[in-house]
């Protein structure tokens, strides 16, 4: 391990440094793959609660007319437009998420604030798709690399949304913008003073769940452009004496995992979603599915469900008790009882059961309030189990140890992922001929001599 204070020199010399022909291309195809789901996202959670009032204040803001605002159209600062599409993308809980580093995962949901961001750096700046690639890659790989460093556990409050991913944006900004060694060390400095991020937004249910995602974009442009200005920032932000992991971790547990196989191995998420809510909830919905399928469960048949949790899920927010507050949306998007209860009475768990009126039906709500929780006894954080008793008497119990979308374990097919992508792209009111399009040019992006021409093509949908 190098000494801390040539830890953050050793990285800017990853990102600046790193060409497209040094990615291996497993990472190049998982970036691709990744790439095509967010702009999916992107398109299926415009319309969600909030976002149309972002967009309209967000324009209100004015300035250059760098990047495109997505699905909505209009350009603005790059900063403003990354705000808002990594907004967008974040909506309706169903990007990438769950870094994985030399083997281990952790929690964390890198993409939804990476690749809309990138792509709006890319148009801002004219790249080209290999720049693109290469400047996501070093980007999440900074972020994967400082979670894993970090020992990081929901249990400290800190949402990681708000720090590494902002790190992530300071990286891909002052590459794609052209920042020598010493501006971008500086950027880093300066985003240190914009860290931030509570996890009480999803205890809560509240609309500000997604704002981390584009506030962190906005911090990380805002301090490549003032480093690119001229601006100076903490010499060493990471183990500094108030730095990252002074103030935000509980310590540097494995300083290792900053730069073993830096430049040679490319961490980031490694889950493609199945289903549009909390990933925590997913073991649960497959042994929901899975039930349904096997012994053609009816709704009108159920007389009691009782989910099986491992500790850690038992003391999450996805197992509080189902009840709407005053935003709904997030109410059921983190709510394993919701989630559940939608896929026992509905047979899926697709975009559609998260608007306003599924959202409060009646039948949906029963048998979310009256289903009973109880402990697994073994199993991984997100190992779930369900037990459905039928009012005949029959009873069925189902348990998933890794749920659907893991790309190590449980991967979906590429064309599992790209029916997702049509089928949000469909739900969010877009041309399926376009879909075929961007489709193609995301899985051609090293070919591609504009990434504007991506950007623009959803830029109204």
């Known amino acids: 391990m190098a000494e801390a204070g040539s830890v953050i020199e050793l990285l800017v010399d990853n990102i600046l440094g790193t060409r497209f022909e040094d990615l291996d291309p497993e990472t190049v195809q998982w970036a691709k793959i990744r790439v095509a789901d967010i702009l999916g996202c992107v398109v299926a959670g415009a319309r969600a609660p909030g976002n149309a009032e972002l967009v309209e204040l967000v324009k209100g803001w004015g300035g250059k007319e760098e990047a495109s605002i997505l699905v909505y159209g209009g350009r603005v600062p790059v900063a403003s437009a990354a705000l808002v599409n990594c907004v967008l993308a974040r909506s309706l809980d169903f990007g990438p998420v769950h870094p994985v580093v030399e083997g281990r995962g952790i929690p964390g949901h890198i993409s939804e604030t990476t690749i809309p961001t990138a792509l709006a750096l890319a148009e801002a700046v ?22 894993a460093a970090s020992g990081f556990h929901l249990g400290q ?146 007389e009691a469900v009782t989910l099986l949790l491992p500790p850690q899920g038992l003391g999450s927010f996805v197992a509080r008790p189902f009840a709407l507050g005053e935003f709904p949306q997030a109410d059921a998007l983190f709510s394993c009882r919701y989630t559940v209860a939608v896929a026992l009475l509905r047979g899926s768990v697709v975009p559609e059961h998260f608007a306003p009126a599924a959202i409060a039906d009646p039948q949906v709500g029963a048998l979310a309030t009256g289903m009973e929780l109880a402990a697994l006894e073994e199993g991984r954080r997100a190992a779930a189990g369900l037990r459905v008793k039928l009012k005949d008497g029959r009873e069925y119990v189902e348990y998933a140890a890794v749920p659907r979308g893991d790309r190590f374990s449980n991967p979906l097919t590429e064309t599992e992922v790209r029916e997702k992508f049509s089928q949000n792209l469909s739900f969010g009111g877009a041309d399926p001929a376009k879909g075929g399009e961007i489709w193609s040019a995301v899985q051609a992006m090293e070919q591609v001599s504009q990434v504007a021409g991506i950007v623009e093509a959803l830029a109204v949908v």
């Open 126 to 147: 004219g790249a080209d798709g290999k720049e693109f690639l290469a400047a996501l890659a070093v980007g999440e790989d900074l972020a994967a690399r400082v979670l």
């Open 157 to 302: 409050g800190w949402d990681c949304i708000g720090t590494v991913n902002t790190l992530a944006v300071v990286a891909m900004a002052g590459r794609l913008m052209g920042l020598n060694r010493e501006q971008l060390r500086n950027a880093f400095g300066l985003a240190l003073n914009q860290l931030a991020g509570s996890l009480e937004n999803v205890w809560d249910s509240v609309t500000a769940f997604k704002l981390l995602q584009g506030l962190a974009a906005r911090a990380g442009i805002f301090s490549a452009e003032l480093a690119g200005a001229g601006w100076k920032g903490p010499k060493d932000p990471l183990f500094g004496r108030y730095g990252y992991f002074s103030l935000y971790t509980s310590g540097c547990v494995d300083p290792g995992a900053l730069t073993r196989n830096l430049g040679r191995k490319f961490y980031t998420d490694s889950c493609i979603k199945p289903y549009p809510c909390c990933r925590g909830t997913h073991a649960a919905i497959d042994c929901a599915l899975a039930l349904v399928q096997k012994h053609g469960i009816r709704p009108e048949e159920i």
